[in-house]
């Protein structure tokens, strides 16, 4: 899991900005809690990633809370952000950030969870329901077909 969510976060920042960048560039996460792993370990990617690629990166956690998340953007965008990624903590509630971050001209990735309006230049995910799957797979080949 944690090389999932390590591969996601490089992708995205490769993706989205060039090795060229300069130094004093920032970008922005904001992640919906910093209380699941699976979040954390796509922080400490992105942070790897967006330092060996030259930007700042600044990374804010809403707890799970759609007004830390809109006031974490607020926050953002005064500060200036080239970009945000954002792991919303609810599809609907993030749409006024998203739309807040096109109103500045400030591209918007969405991460895990997408956004149902604002415009998103990207959103990066994985197939839970391969994941899935996968899983019950794993398990079925580790206990056998006869487990109860």
Same mark, same amino acid.
């Given at each position: 899991m944690k090389?999932?969510?390590?591969?996601?976060?490089?992708?995205?920042i490769s993706a989205?900005?060039?090795?060229?960048?300069?130094?004093?560039?920032?970008?922005?996460?904001?992640?919906?809690? +910093?209380? *699941? !792993?699976f979040f954390?370990?796509?922080?400490?990617? /992105?942070?790897?990633? #967006?330092?060996a690629l030259g930007y700042k990166i600044i990374v804010l956690d809403s707890q799970n809370d759609p007004s830390k998340e809109l006031a974490n953007v607020e926050d953002l965008l005064v500060r200036g952000v080239k970009a945000? +990624?954002? *792991? !919303?903590?609810?599809?609907?509630?993030?749409?006024? /950030?998203?739309?807040? #971050?096109?109103?500045?001209?400030?591209?918007?990735?969405?991460?895990?969870?997408?956004?149902?309006n604002g415009d998103v230049v990207s959103h990066i995910a994985s197939d839970n329901v391969a994941g899935g799957e996968m899983a019950g797979k794993f398990i079925r080949e580790k206990i056998g077909d006869n487990a109860k």
């Open positions: 090389k999932l969510t390590t591969l996601i976060s490089a992708a995205v989205t900005f060039n090795a060229g960048a300069i130094a004093q560039d920032t970008i922005a996460m904001v992640v919906s809690t +910093l209380n *699941n !792993p954390v370990s796509m922080k400490e990617g /992105a942070e790897k990633k #967006a330092d945000i +990624l954002i *792991n !919303p903590t609810d599809s609907d509630a993030v749409s006024n /950030a998203v739309r807040l #971050a096109n109103r500045a001209a400030v591209p918007v990735l969405t991460l895990d969870r997408a956004a149902n």
